[in-house]
């Protein structure tokens, strides 16, 4: 057991301080355990959000010493031994009190995204896909929705974009639908215009981020912008679908609505 | 107080919950029509739900054809030492592949089979591979797939809003006293009915496998609105648990490591399960390491010991760390390194592995993991009708962990998923056949709303007062102490007086801060809920005078054949004090009866209609 001292940012929307706290902390624990532990002995109302306190639901997101991590899976002996911890809310946010903050604009992006439309069952009655066409798929959908690649997300970072990009989150929700072999809906128009691929500028900070360890640039963002790019700037790709006569969507369905 | 000033919505029914259970509930209620509310503690798809790693149970057949719903419904049974309500484990055994399969029609992408169907994995007490699941994430696709479908069927979800009371006119349900965690506001919800799919109350001991928000509050609201509970003294401690570091202590590490050959070692490097194999199941299981070894490869080889039910593993743990066969910190080891290659473990294990390599800087792939039991979940709850999950209050629903009647006295791994969807479909269905035989719609007066937000604020208004924290470790230690895995009579008594004690003190608790976002307030709520919770438990275990499933009495050894004929029932009396009362079971249904009690080979031979 050691003697640690921490500095949490306390307050609401209205404005708050860094406040300092010496507390002990036991071999083997986590961040958020000595949050707990602050809370119960010293400050009863800090406000923290938690909940599986094991990796996989993605509450208690949070910026610690200056990163966005989840504080149950960060070690406290991944600190210096005199080392003094700074625990603050996620900054892409407005906050809500103490270490909460209002993460509602996350779920509005989530429900503007069409839902999954399933191709209809085969003969047998049964979907058929194969692991290795969802391997991909899973590897989105591991996703806990600690909205950590948001946070760090330069274009959702500045309020200024946040209209014009969904973020790194709903982009590989976008993936996941894309690339589901049984998904039946063609997404590229709004991928393009109204989610805004194109903002992202590959700084990849999402995927570092990630808890999950999701390679959300590489594997989910750019092969999207790479579908808007055939669709949109590929002549070859436009020639050849001339001659064979097939066409494709390229407006949305809000502005084939408006026509 | 002007009742008027409150904010008021009105719906059909309000959804207490947001993991599976309420999710699927609150989809089928949408889908009948109904004006859907959900409420949840917690924002969305961050419920308990994902915590569910494994899978869930349905006979699909994809890996063996020759499952099939009797086979699961008499495993169920089986495991639930046939104290389970019979039309409940035959619903859920027939209804499971359907709502698996829609599952899919809504997304969700489960591990296939070579021939690209959703495969399926062995798990303790299942006869067949059954376990439709996504590595060992099997929740968190089942609460992504639920939520992403819902929040495109109409549904009103209230995020981060805790119900505080059950509101009655004339005993129907006629609506719910919130409020919300954010702001502290309080919210009136007027609806004729409520579905309580609020989970269990894990958070009353203090190794558990479930987070904060398993305070018991569904049957704790339920029984103060006069709803009947029902199965309590049934929790299932989860025989393996993390048991280092001791922040981390009760975080579940799934069957799934057994389903998938990991295996159970004592520190003499002994595979200990073989020495306790219950006559039950001895017919069943492998009973050399040999044999054990075959399996799952060779059809003729019976499943090894480790696959046993929860029940029985969490007991033999606790046996040998009792007899000074454990690890160094008190658990016993999970060995899947020495069985599977690295990059397998890895592939259907992946948070097993993250998991420990992060909080325990163990790896798996080489290094057996340290476990031991875990409060996981209560096979007991609120007492419902089998077919419409009706409580005896009228307009008041359960489904879900908090609801009673499935799995009897131990519940089988993969059958708490299966359950959260089939059983929540069928409270919608049951929601919307009593809405539509509603007479005059009830409606909540004013004294019992206010008396609901005085109750609350009293917490926050008082000059001083307990802790609620330290209340609820005091809590804990009352249950961890006299009502463990193993019980005894004068123990159970004790923890009774001592919630007593510990109940008359909670009438002083006390929060300091304002009502916004205020988690010392929020404890305050629940450590009420638990203390109900935590009472009808340990009531329900004292006069339960018999050890079946999960609940071992050291006075009385083994089943006895006198208390297979009820189940005990706890519910408020007139005086306002808990009573408990032995139910008489009614006869089961012959053609039930018969596949329940078959031998495997009369079931699987085609003897039994």
């Known amino acids: 057991m050691s003697t640690r001292t921490f500095k949490i940012w306390r307050g609401d929307s209205r404005g708050g301080e860094f406040n300092q706290y010496d507390t002990d902390v036991d071999e083997g624990m986590v961040v958020l355990d000595v949050l707990h532990r602050i809370q119960a002995l010293q400050v009863n109302d800090l406000a923290i959000r938690w909940n599986c306190k094991a990796g996989k639901c993605g509450s208690c997101s949070m910026e610690i010493n200056g990163q966005p991590r989840l504080a149950c899976m960060t070690r406290m002996n991944s600190f210096g031994p005199e080392e003094v911890i700074t625990v603050q809310p996620l900054k892409a946010f407005p906050i809500i009190k103490d270490l909460t903050c209002d993460v509602s604009w996350n779920y509005e992006q989530n429900k503007r995204i069409a839902p999954f439309k399933p191709k209809p069952r085969g003969r047998d009655g049964e979907h058929r896909m194969y692991q290795q066409d969802v391997d991909r798929v899973q590897e989105f959908r591991k996703c806990i929705e600690c909205f950590l690649c948001q946070d760090v997300c330069h274009v959702v970072r500045d309020r200024d974009h946040r209209d014009a990009f969904v973020g790194p989150r709903f982009m590989i929700r976008l993936a996941s639908l894309e690339m589901h072999p049984l998904d039946d809906d063609d997404r590229v128009p709004e991928i393009k215009k109204e989610y805004g691929s194109g903002m992202c500028n590959i700084t990849k900070c999402c995927t570092e981020t990630c808890p999950e360890h999701i390679n959300i640039t590489d594997n989910g963002i750019i092969p999207l912008k790479e579908r808007v790019v055939d669709r949109y700037y590929d002549p070859l790709a436009r020639l050849a679908r001339l001659f064979a006569g097939r066409k494709v969507r390229t407006k949305t369905r809000t502005e084939e609505q408006s026509r | ?609």
Not at chain 2, 233 to 256: A, D, K
Not at chain 2, 368 to 383: C, D, S
Not at chain 2, 556 to 580: H, I, L, S, Y
């Open chain 2, 1 to 609: 107080m002007n009742v008027s000033e409150i904010q008021t919505f009105e719906h059909d029914v309000l959804v207490i919950g947001a993991g599976g259970a309420g999710l699927r509930a609150a989809i089928e209620c949408s889908a009948r029509g109904l004006n859907t509310g959900v409420i949840s503690k917690s924002l969305l798809g961050k419920a308990h739900t994902v915590m569910a790693e494994g899978g869930m149970a349905a006979s699909l057949g994809n890996v063996d054809r020759r499952d099939n719903w009797k086979i699961h419904f008499r495993d169920t049974m089986r495991g639930g030492k046939f104290l389970n309500q019979w039309r409940m484990a035959e619903l859920h055994a027939k209804q499971a592949p359907e709502r698996v399969r829609e599952l899919e029609e809504w997304g969700a992408v489960f591990d296939r089979t070579p021939d690209g169907l959703i495969s399926q994995r062995n798990f303790g007490g299942h006869r067949y591979p059954r376990l439709a699941h996504v590595g060992d994430r099997t929740g968190l696709e089942l609460i992504r797939t639920l939520q992403d479908h819902g929040v495109h069927q109409g549904i009103h979800f209230h995020m981060e809003c805790t119900a505080l009371r059950l509101l009655v006119d004339g005993g129907r349900i006629a609506g719910v006293a919130g409020y919300w965690r954010d702001t502290g506001r309080f919210v009136l919800f007027r609806t004729s009915t409520v579905i309580m799919a609020t989970g269990g109350g894990g958070k009353a001991w203090n190794v558990t496998s479930n987070s904060w928000e398993y305070t018991g509050d569904g049957a704790a609201l339920a029984y103060e609105a006069g709803a009947e509970l029902m199965d309590l003294e049934f929790t299932q401690f989860h025989p393996t648990g993390m048991v280092w570091p001791p922040s981390v202590r009760g975080t579940l590490v799934t069957e799934g490591v057994r389903g998938d050959g990991g295996i159970l070692l004592n520190n003499k490097g002994e595979r200990f399960m073989f020495n306790y194999i219950p006559k039950r199941f001895a017919p069943e299981t492998a009973d050399t390491i040999i044999e054990a070894d075959k399996w799952p490869d060779d059809p003729s080889a019976r499943r090894p010991p480790e696959l046993l039910t929860r029940d029985v593993v969490a007991r033999a743990i606790r046996a040998e760390v009792q007899a000074g066969r454990g690890s160094p910190h008190g658990g016993v080891f999970l060995d899947i390194a020495s069985r599977r290659p690295a990059d397998s473990i890895k592939r259907k294990l992946p948070s097993m592995y993250h998991q420990f390599k992060e909080l325990a800087e163990v790896d798996i792939t080489t290094t057996p993991m340290e476990v031991g039991p875990t409060l996981h979940y209560f096979m007991g709850g609120i007492r419902v009708d089998a077919d419409t999950q009706q409580t005896n209050v009228p307009g008041l629903f359960a489904c879900g962990e908090c609801a009673a009647g499935l799995h009897g006295a131990n519940r089988l791994g993969g059958n708490s998923l299966s359950d959260l969807i089939v059983f929540g479909r069928l409270a919608g269905v049951g929601v919307a056949a009593y809405l539509s035989e509603l007479g005059t719609t009830p409606r909540a007066d004013d004294a019992q709303i206010i008396s609901a937000y005085r109750e609350a604020t009293d917490i926050l208004n008082r000059e001083t007062g307990e802790n609620p924290y330290l209340m609820h470790e005091a809590l804990q230690d009352v249950m961890s102490t006299n009502v463990g895995i193993v019980r005894t009579g004068p123990e159970l008594q004790t923890a009774v007086e001592q919630l007593k004690e510990l109940k008359v003190r909670a009438q002083n608790l006390k929060a300091p801060g304002t009502s916004q976002y205020n988690p010392g307030w929020h404890e305050a709520l629940s450590v009420k809920s638990l203390l109900i919770v935590g009472e009808a438990v340990a009531r329900a275990a004292y006069i339960r005078e018999e050890s079946r499933g999960a609940h071992t009495r050291l006075d009385f050894e083994g089943e006895r054949e006198e208390c297979a004929r009820f189940n005990v029932v706890t519910k408020k009396g007139p005086d306002g004090e808990m009573q408990v009362d032995k139910v008489e079971r009614p006869d089961p249904p012959k053609k039930l009866a018969a596949i329940g009690y078959a031998t495997l080979e009369e079931l699987e031979g085609g003897q039994v209609e």
